[in-house]
């Protein structure tokens, strides 16, 4: 039995093909369109692998319906939001949860990230100079080391300037890193526990590392702030700071730098952070700010200009390409990369 290399075994496994290891290639096996998602099913257009694939929304309550999962699944965890539901688990009276998005799985490398200038903000792969972008393995990491994606209604604005990292904000939605045991997919939509933030200065603009944990994940009880961590998982925040800061070397860029001498903010700050970014994209969508290329279409925000009917948001998914085979992964992205220091 042929056995696939370890990037087109990481391609089957996001297809649901099991096991892993079978004598078709993938191109040839076609998966399904739909996935669900707890309270959100994710609809693919496209060929994976391709600059043609996205990833888009629709609420479970809401069949054929589509909404964008940067302007209206809600922020927090406990609220709704016209007819997008939210996801309610059991916890603390004094814990405070939020949705977050996954954009790209545990040790994966294809770039995913939410397209925030396109109608309904569907999930796609970065594209830079006409090629798709994958994160490089710099040893000893194997691509992202976290389930990585953002916080739905946030906005790190670019006209904005951060009293502390004296900064301007990076035109996306704020990052987290979900330090959990399950690897996730591409469009789940999972509740996490803030327990501290980063902040990385990537080529002069404010870019938060919020670190968090799946509110599911059997840890998530006895993990209550960032010195739990560094407490129960000895070198992880260390990690975590190496990947950020030497992820785009191999691109021939310098490595990153940190506020506060790299050192991570506890909870409290972590969570004013997110406030303050969710208090721009309150703005942004109520074109109160200057959106730029920011597409803001949305279909339950009830204040905002932006508000589309759930008609149109159906004739943007269906303009989509439709489902195709995906393509191969290109062999480069098994490489390992050794920094000079």
């Not at 075994?9 to 040839?28: E, F, G, M, Q």
């Not at 949705?99 to 925030?116: F, G, L």
């Not at 670019?158 to 939605?173: L, Q, V, Y």
């Not at 526990?193 to 670190?211: N, P, Q, R, S, Y």
């Amino acid at each position: 039995m042929q056995r696939l290399r370890p990037s087109l075994r990481y391609t089957a496994a996001l297809l649901d093909l099991l096991p892993a290891t079978k004598s078709k290639l993938v191109s040839n096996v076609t998966p399904p369109y739909f996935r669900t998602t707890m309270h959100y099913h994710t609809e693919a257009r496209g060929r994976p692998n391709s600059t043609d694939y996205r990833i888009y929304f629709n609420p479970e309550t809401a069949e054929g319906k589509y909404i964008s999962p940067f302007h209206d699944i809600p922020l927090f965890a406990d609220t709704e939001q016209g007819n997008v539901p939210s996801k309610r688990i059991k916890k603390n009276e004094s814990e405070v949860l939020f949705n977050m998005v996954v954009e790209v799985p545990r040790w994966s490398n294809a770039k995913m990230e939410i397209a925030t200038k396109e109608p309904l903000n569907p999930i796609k792969q970065d594209v830079k100079k006409g090629k798709l972008r994958y994160v490089a393995n710099v040893f000893p990491h194997k691509g992202y080391i976290w389930n990585y994606g953002a916080l739905p209604q946030t906005w790190e604005d670019p006209d904005h300037t951060d009293k502390d990292t004296e900064c301007c904000g990076d035109n996306d939605p704020i990052d987290v890193c979900d330090i959990g045991s399950k690897v996730c997919l591409p469009g789940d939509v999972i509740q996490v526990k803030v327990l501290g933030v980063l902040a990385m200065i990537d080529e002069g603009e404010t870019d938060w590392k919020l670190i968090a944990i799946n509110a599911e994940d059997s840890d998530a009880p006895k993990l209550n702030s960032i010195e739990d961590v560094r407490r129960s998982r000895p070198g992880h925040l260390e990690a975590t700071v190496d990947w950020f800061r030497k992820y785009k070397v191999p691109d021939g860029k310098p490595e990153n730098q940190f506020a506060f001498n790299g050192q991570f903010k506890d909870k409290d700050f972590a969570v004013d952070i997110i406030k303050s970014t969710h208090e721009h994209w309150r703005a942004l969508v109520q074109k109160q700010r200057n959106v730029g290329d920011i597409d803001c279409k949305n279909v339950s925000v009830c204040e905002s200009p932006h508000k589309c009917s759930c008609e149109d948001a159906v004739c943007v998914v269906k303009s989509a390409p439709t489902w195709g085979d995906p393509l191969p992964v290109p062999a480069e992205v098994d490489k390992w990369y050794f920094p000079n220091k």
